[in-house]
């Protein structure tokens, strides 16, 4: 398995969304990427993608999300870009509900992204939020 | 994104997930969970070996629909879930909040109908 770059854009559309994650998926499994870098890029993407299109935008314009994903060999870096508010990904803590009564429905998105990614960085760059991710196969996982 | 019904003859709800459960999967399948999994007035097991793909839409469905089970007494119970959403469920850090089963034994068992 060597190295392969897909890079694309989507609107500001959750419709676009699970098309997008299709695409990357499709592209990591024709380059034989393991399953479970596979399943987390997507995972990853789906999370960024969703909170971009929610939040990061104050007008109803259309705005273009910038999606870059590099394999090569066990590992991806994906970036993702887009030109809405910034956002500062330390500001936000998830709850640790120790019961269902206590447990928010939403607010999970983030601490997947970190969970299931090995780096994960936002960072403000010419006006435009800049995520940087790396996802490896787990050294458990290799022989799969 | 799909729900189908196994069994209506049983003392809990018992349905079943096929496809991704994303922001587009839950936007297809949430109403009808929704009325096939709290319409009943008792537990519910979800079938999810057929889900290869869940992200956070698809949880928070998943924690709603648990939430006003245990309001009024009752349980939701996952089934043999993927090996990836199972990790899914884990990072998001609800997997004790939700019962997983890997039988229908031991999914009764969990809700203590059987």
């Known amino acids: ?4 770059n897909l890079s694309f854009s989507i609107p500001n559309s959750l419709e676009e969304v699970t098309p997008a994650c299709c695409r990357i998926e499709t592209f990591l499994n024709e380059h034989d990427a393991h399953p479970r870098v596979v399943y987390c890029t997507q995972l990853v ?5 969703t909170n971009i299109i929610r939040h990061a935008f104050s007008d109803d314009q259309r705005h273009e999300i910038s999606i870059g ?3 090569d060999n066990d590992s991806v870096r994906m970036t993702v870009e887009d030109d809405g508010d910034a956002f500062d990904p330390d500001s936000w803590q998830p709850d640790s509900p120790g019961s269902l009564e206590e447990a928010e429905l939403g607010g999970r998105g983030l601490l997947l992204v970190r969970r299931m990614s090995d780096d994960f960085s936002i960072n403000r760059e010419s006006d435009r939020n800049v995520c940087r991710v790396k ?3 787990p050294a458990e ?3 799969q | 994104m799909e729900l189908s019904i196994i ?13 991704r459960l994303d922001t587009a999967g839950v936007d297809t399948v949430e109403t009808q969970f929704t009325a096939a999994t709290l319409g009943n007035a008792k537990s519910a097991v979800v079938d999810m070996s057929e889900v290869d ?11 709603a629909a648990a939430k006003r089970l245990a309001g009024d007494g009752d349980k939701l119970v996952l089934l043999n879930p993927h090996e990836f959403v199972d990790e899914t469920m884990k990072n998001a850090d609800l997997y004790m909040l939700i019962p997983v089963a890997y039988s229908e034994e031991e999914a009764v068992t969990l809700l203590g109908v059987g």
């Open chain 1, 135 to 137: 996802i490896t196969v």
């Open chain 1, 141 to 143: 996982n290799k022989e």
């Open chain 2, 53 to 63: 793909f869940m992200a956070s839409m698809g949880i928070r469905m998943l924690v």
């Open chain 1, 1 to 4: 398995m060597g190295g392969a």
């Open chain 1, 69 to 71: 994903v590099m394999l």
């Open chain 1, 45 to 49: 993407f789906e999370e960024l993608a």
């Open chain 2, 7 to 19: 069994s209506e003859d049983k003392p809990y709800s018992y349905v079943k997930l096929s496809g």
